[in-house]
């Protein structure tokens, strides 16, 4: 019989949640000595992946099994020496529900009808899914104010990898001594309400995916209603759960204080006799 050799590879070796997505190449070579008859791969997809494609090899065919992630392609004839390969694509699908992080799999078995050697005949190639570490920072301008004065607030969401964020909201709590004036995203949303600690819960949500590496403002004024420190904090999340936790809150405190009072005098003329008028 002809003995068949199978080799698979995955790439990107780390995905996310959406995107991007995994090409799983299964390569098939017939070691001879003779034509492999009937030859056909099997593949199997993890749980947490969904199959997206199917890149055939000239003349192949595929049939997946309903509501599983298996497939087999069948090849054919393969001849003495012929080296055929093919592709699948799948990816950690969005929206939830949520399968978890970790390792994802496709395990492929090349046969034929009789095959002396069937130990090379098995293959697997794995990716690690992983979420996205977003951070947000804040900076307010200016460092205090008084009662009806702006107060400015950048906000600033990375996205520090390792894979694209889909899903992006910042929730921005404004104090109660503080009333919006307005608020912008880049390339997003909001909206505005009260919730029942009497603070503004403004709701930021981004309309693009957030890529590895890039970052986005959203940009919040207010005016100072009352005396007293201003805690403004803003919480930033995506679509699944963000391992590292530390960067996704930040918070600015900018006291609101009295207006600053000075008198100053003048006394006119600078000496006086007794019965003179002096005015202040």
Known sequence: GADLNLSITAAPSVIGYGLPAVAFTMTVSNQGPVSALGVYVSNMLSGNLLLTGVALPPGGSYFTNAGQNDMVVNIGTMTNGQVVSFGVTANAPLPPPFLGFGLATCDSIALGIVDPT??????????????????????GAPAFMTVGDLVTYTLEVTNLGPVPAFGVTVTNFLPPNL??????????????????????????????????????????????????????????????????????????????????????????????????????
């Not at 697997?124 to 977003?134: G, K, M, Q, R, W």
């Not at 949500?205 to 904090?233: C, D």
Request: proline letters at 7%; a negative charge; zero cysteines.
């Open 118 to 139: 069937i130990t090379n005949n098995v293959g697997t190639a794995s990716v690690l899914i992983e979420p996205p570490d977003l951070a947000i920072g804040m900076t």
């Open 179 to 280: 009333q919006l004036v307005s608020a912008s995203v880049r390339k997003g949303t909001y909206t505005a309400s009260a919730d029942i600690n009497s603070q503004t819960d403004i709701i930021a949500t981004f309309s693009e995916p957030l890529l590895a590496g890039q970052s986005s403002l959203v940009i919040i004024t207010a005016t100072a209603l009352s005396l007293g420190p201003a805690a403004n904090v803003a919480v930033v999340g995506d679509a699944v759960p963000d391992l590292i936790l530390t960067n996704n809150t930040a918070q600015v405190v900018t006291p609101v204080v009295p207006p600053d009072m000075a008198v100053g005098m003048t006394g006119a003329p600078a000496t006086i006799t007794v019965g003179q008028t002096v005015t202040y």
